[in-house]
């Protein structure tokens, strides 16, 4: 068993990292940006592009980016191309045989011309954009028109063990549920982590639970399905629908007596320079990808882990015909029965130590990649050592992020070392590995709670005993390397599309502690800027957020409520216009405009909400606008008083709101008159507006 030369894929004997989904005994062809891409039955159009050899989105900084499920492009069918708002991420597309897609992208953003001749005719890596800006990635989806209107006793969010376990529980009580999946697969990330003692192997409990949810009436199952806003009782999710030329995306809200938040977890990304290059992966994700789609990153492989579960990915690759380099391990002595199991299997073992850097290989594909002793600042213990592949193990995080947008609070774990959901919300609930549980037979039994809450059974006893540290060391905190000499290279927070880096820090002067100067803030939190849930996490691993205020930072930048609305329609009514205000008559200049501003959470605002170009600027009196009313078409965000004659689509400000400062973009420019005149017009287009609308690549 080896990796194919031509494709990447694992043999179709490499176990259960040979790819679930996909059926082997034919393949097909579809167009990407005009490139001929092969396919196979059940790939996403993510999965065949990196089977094709693209694993680089394109560039940051002059830097190349790789591919991520989180970090992908959207696309939708060429001759749909001016429906931006039907585009898919390439993750939740599945791939269809004859489809001509093209992905969307800013004009600035794309490379034109010698580029796409480049990608079309040579054995390009990359997709070639470009994506200098933090918070410009299109995902113009998420502002997308409600079309769909779906209605359950029970909404799951999350088709992981616990999300399945409840499903299937409520459905055979007669209660309609419907269950939506980001992935094209059920099943979460048990079958990384494994059985614990006497339990059911992952693999085979996700079969047979997935064969019983077939069967039966009143449970939906929606894959490829992204929920973007919550509220007590409803939702609002993305949908992949079939279509003629390719699938397509769609809006839809969902409504519920109850809402469930199975969402699992996120793996974090270690901090060192070059974290996000192509070739290197998370563990979970180089998992998932192989398990689903048969996909490895490149052999040989160097894998560092900062747990046991690392090991046991290295002997189910080397069983798979991966050439494992070594495995380098941040905890010293570690124990486990999955190390022993590799020291019998002859890899090389290192502890004590994690990546400090990747860079590519000179002349060609792969890395090299040097290691640094854990707790040093700056002795580098090995290396650098080549490879094609890089896997990272990181540290976990409950994916929370719904839970708060949906208003539910945040307090740190500071023995754990994460932000974890609190408080309560009728009508809503947080279940399973989201909720903090780690073992499957605990995530099992949170499953039937959640059914025995809702029916007003007896609740079950949930145990999430972990295996005593005797036998099994405990999982070290997430690597955060040392700065080091390839500094040029950035050192990424998270694999998400905030693209925020590891902050410049220096000790403070002897002038700074005699004039009690404060040391300067961290630009992202000075910006106002968007912060994902594990960029807030090690940022505050990092001391540049203090432990005790992450809790509420969160809410206020990158998990603020998103709540949908609250009552019978869980989105808003259309914008009434009923005329300026007389109190707001000259209050932002003789000539304000119009606009509608987006936020990237997909936040709807309330009017009376103040616009302010500093996001640390709180007086009423330096604001340069006010939200007048809601968005039209029943959209998130809102309609923008903006006094700033010269602004153009895609500026940024900051809304305040009563969780704190709001980024948001300016989307579309329309007349003031259209508050006298109750009908919205929009305002004609200047040359620079037009330049900056979002298109489709050529």
Known sequence: ???????????????????????????????????????????????????????????YKGHPLALHERLSPSALPRRHREEVASALPLARMPAVEGADLVTLARPDSATAGLGQLRQRF???????????????????????????????DVIIVGGGVTGLTAALQLARNGVSVALFERRSVVGGDAGFYGAVEDEEPPD??????????????????????EVVAVTDGAVRVHLCRPDTHGPRGVMAEAQARLVVLATGTLERLPVFSGNRLPGVSGAVTAYQRAAQFGLWSGSPTILATQSNAGYRLALMAGNAGVEIARIVDSRVNAQSRFIDFCKASGFTLAGGQMPRYAVPRSGGRGLSVGFAMQGEEAVQASGPFDCEGLVIAGSTQPDITLWCRAGGGAVWNARAGRLEGRGERAGLMMAGSAAGLRNTSACLAAGAAVAAAYLGHKLPLIDDTQIETVFETADDTNPLAPPSGEQAIPAFLDVGDTLLTRPVTRRPRLVDRLLRRRPPQWDPLVQGSALGLCDLVAAVHLGVIPRGGAGSLAAERCLAPASIAT?????????????????????????????????????????????FADAAETDPGKALGVIVAPAPGRRSGGLLLLGKPDAAPGERFSIRDENGAVPVRLIERFRTDSLRTGTLTAAESRPADKAQKTAPKP
């Open 567 to 611: 009552g019978p329609s869980p989105l808003p009514p259309p914008p009434q216009l009923t005329g300026l205000p007389p109190y707001l008559a000259g209050r932002f200049g003789p000539a304000p405009m119009l606009w509608t501003v987006l936020s990237d959470d997909s936040r709807f605002f309330e009017v009376g909400c103040l616009a």
């Open 204 to 225: 085979q409990l996700v079969a047979r639970m997935a064969n019983e949810a077939a069967a039966l009436p009143g449970l939906s199952i929606h894959l490829c399905a």
């Open 1 to 59: 068993m080896s990796l194919s030369a031509a494709s990447r894929r694992l043999d179709a004997g490499a176990g259960p990292l040979a790819g679930r989904t996909i059926t082997r005994e034919r393949s097909f062809t579809f167009r990407l940006d005009g490139q001929v891409i092969a396919a196979l039955p059940g790939d996403t159009v993510l999965s065949a592009v990196l089977a094709h050899g693209i694993d680089s989105i394109g560039t």
């Open 122 to 152: 040579s054995a390009a890596r990359s997709l070639n954009f470009r994506l200098d800006a933090p918070g410009d990635f299109v995902e113009p989806w998420r502002d997308g028109e409600v079309r769909e209107t779906l209605r359950a």
